[in-house]
């Protein structure tokens, strides 16, 4: 019996030697390293992963600023273009509108000037008309006295001094009729102005 059972454990102490170093059981100091290398692959794909998704989101991140950058540029350009648009088209208008300004301004001083010239000339003229009846009828009472012949000579001088008259007033009323025609231009001109400027107004408000 002694010696069966020394020879099982003798086959059992043969086997168990013969056994590969990856089928014998393992101890507690091969069990700790593998456990070790396990939680080390663990370690290294989260920080493979985290890695990755802070470089997407960064990627991303940066795409949505570069994005956001063109266009802020894209605006500022829109911006600047159109203010330069809208200033080039004031300084037209205000160009347009000086520049009728001036010609009403010059219309204005023409009729200014045309009206004194027709004041003074009708003055004048009116000046004229009673120094020339006032010598008519001095020249009228001096013939009187005198001769019938001088009374003809009146008459003569009257008819002329009427003449004359007539011409004056004539003068007078084309004058005026030329000032009221300027004025009227004027007003025309300034008219049109006005509508010019009110329709590139609206224009530029619409």
Do not use: C, W, Y
Not at 71 to 81: D, K, L, S, T, W
Not at 95 to 112: F, K, L, N
């Amino acid at each position: 019996m002694q010696s069966v059972h020394s020879h099982k454990r003798l086959r059992r102490n043969s086997v168990r030697f013969r056994l590969e170093p990856h089928q014998r059981r393992a101890g507690p100091k091969r069990r700790f390293r593998s456990d070790l290398r396990a939680d080390a692959a663990v370690v290294v794909v989260v920080v493979v992963v985290v890695v990755v998704v802070v470089a997407v989101v960064t990627a991303a991140a940066a795409v949505v600023v570069v994005v956001e950058i063109v266009e802020e540029v894209i605006v500022v350009v829109v911006v600047v273009v159109v203010v330069v648009v809208a200033v080039v088209v004031v300084l037209a208008v205000v160009a347009v509108v000086v520049v009728e300004v001036a010609v009403v301004v010059v219309a204005v001083a023409v009729v200014v000037v045309v009206v004194v010239v027709v004041a003074a000339a009708t003055a004048a003229t009116v000046v004229v008309v009673v120094v020339v009846v006032v010598v008519v009828v001095v020249v009228v009472v001096v013939v009187s006295a005198a001769t019938a012949a001088a009374a003809v000579l009146v008459i003569v001088v009257v008819a002329a001094a009427v003449v004359v008259v007539v011409v004056v007033v004539a003068v007078v009323v084309v004058e005026v009729v030329v000032a009221v025609v300027v004025v009227v231009v004027v007003v025309v001109v300034v008219v049109v102005v006005v509508v010019v400027v009110v329709v590139v107004v609206v224009v530029i408000v619409i």
